[in-house]
């Protein structure tokens, strides 16, 4: 079993990310610290397979052949591996990239996926699950990375009206990865 | 009331880029005898001191970008209208999109004022299946809490059932803090409930169709005069926007008005919300 994940893009300019970069800029207070946000969608696929290299090629045959994940029209993706995160802020160029992984608190199933991928696309030997969230990529301005973070969780968790913007925490989980 | 004190009662219509219920709600308002004003959030928010009380109507604010209403929440007009609640008491009328602005700013459940205690969470999926999690239907509402408990619905008696239609795709009333949803009920601030024609209130997809937290369709503020609710009270304020085919007495009245335009343009159901409204403005000024 080898997992794989998949971030998909959009190939013009993101609305949603343009607009929460916004909000957190102009009204949250972030003005100097956010430098740039992108959103990605975010697929985690369990795969039975042995090597990375195979899950790799498989991931790429869904993300190009399903339909399901990719429209090759307005999006564009790219194949990782869970290790390829840095569990917390990783220096860059002077700034602080954070990545935040937001799911539904209930579980970050992706039954439709699953059932699709299984049951209609003939890949019930090879998929054993997916999960799917939203990938927040920040870049900031910080001194440190624990400042980073600390950045990155308030602008992330919303509780108050002038505070956080992108997870509210009665229904959605998040964890910087 | 006076038709003269009617008149001068002032309520401003929030409209956000996305907004797209305005112009009914405002007819709606309009036909309860209250001055309403399209008020576009990009306005000086010193302006909106001037109203005697708020509507945010529904909609799609921000495109629903992140989540429905969020983005609104973040704008002076909203936190202006926060202090105009706050301070003066003055009503507030959350349908739908204006609810999920209500919830996200704090004022709904507001039992700690300002600080995100619930969500509008995505309605929990067809569970026979169907892809599409977007409701667009009529269902049955139950006014649940005391007479005057909340002063949107007091032209209500409690236990009141009324058609009302729905129409979101994040709409399920949800908190992670139990202890909340408990205030909620010992406060009496569940205004209505999912219910079926007969006023039964259960949680199945026919009844409840977000999944909601006790059925939740509307909860007001502790101290009753911001309500939040997911229905839209202004596509059923008027006997012609009715179905013909709801069963019971709206829609006996519906067949009954076929060819009679006079009768088509009576009250419906929803109306005693703007009723409501209006007399809450009405204590609010003086």
Request: charged letters at 20%; proline letters at 6%; glycine letters at 8%.
């Given at each position: ?177 | ?199 039964q209130v259960a949680d199945t997809p026919e009844i409840n169709p977000n999944g909601a937290m ?73």
């Open positions: 079993m080898q997992t794989i994940e998949l971030l998909v893009n959009l190939k013009i300019p993101d609305v949603t990310a343009l607009t929460a970069a916004s909000a957190i800029r102009r009204r949250l207070g972030y003005e100097e610290a956010l430098k740039e946000l992108r959103r990605s969608d975010y697929y985690s696929l369990d795969l039975n397979v042995g090597k990375l290299d195979a899950a790799r090629t498989l991931a790429q045959e869904l993300a190009e052949k399903t339909n399901l994940f990719v429209n090759p029209n307005k999006h564009s993706y790219a194949i990782c591996s869970p290790e390829e995160h840095n569990g917390g802020p990783a220096s860059v160029d002077g700034l602080w990239r954070v990545e935040v992984l937001v799911t539904d608190a209930e579980g970050a199933q992706a039954p439709e996926i699953e059932q699709a991928l299984t049951e209609r696309l003939g890949y019930a030997d090879q998929v054993a699950a997916v999960r799917q969230g939203i990938l927040w990529t920040m870049l900031l301005a910080a001194d440190s990375a624990d400042e980073a973070r600390s950045i990155a969780e308030s602008i992330t968790v919303t509780t108050a009206r002038d505070e956080g913007l992108l997870v509210n925490p009665h229904f959605q989980a998040w964890e910087i990865i | 009331m006076s038709e003269q004190a009617a008149a001068q009662l002032r309520v401003a219509l929030i409209q956000f880029p996305g907004s797209n219920c305005e112009w009914e709600t405002k007819r709606a308002a309009e036909a309860a005898g209250i001055t309403c004003d399209v008020f576009r959030w990009n306005r000086d928010p010193a302006a909106l001191v001037e109203y005697d009380g708020y509507i945010i109507g529904g909609g799609f604010s921000y495109q629903d970008r992140i989540r429905s209403g969020v983005i609104a929440t973040k704008e002076p007009i909203v936190a202006t209208m926060f202090e105009q609640v706050s301070e003066f008491g003055k009503p507030v009328l959350g349908i739908c999109n204006g609810a999920q602005v209500l919830v996200e700013a704090g004022l709904i459940p507001g039992l700690n004022p300002g600080r995100v205690e619930m969500a509008l969470a995505p309605n929990y999926p067809d569970p026979r299946g169907r892809i599409g999690d977007f409701c667009c239907r009529w269902v049955y509402l139950k006014h649940k809490c005391a007479p005057g408990r909340c002063a949107l619905s007091s032209q209500m008696p409690t236990g009141y059932i009324w058609p009302v239609p729905i129409a979101h795709g994040e709409g399920r009333f949800t908190t992670r803090d139990r202890d909340a949803i408990e205030q909620l009920r010992a406060n009496d601030q569940i205004v209505f409930q999912y219910c079926d024609e007969n006023g006790d059925n939740i369709a509307g909860i007001c503020n502790p101290e009753g005069n911001v309500l939040a609710m997911m229905p839209h009270p202004e596509r059923a304020s008027f006997v012609r926007q009715l179905p013909a085919e709801l069963s019971g007495q709206w829609g006996t009245q519906k067949q009954a008005t076929w060819g009679d335009d006079a009768a088509m343009r009576q009250p419906g159901p929803g109306r005693l919300v703007f009723d409501s409204l209006r007399e809450a403005l009405l204590v609010s000024v003086c």
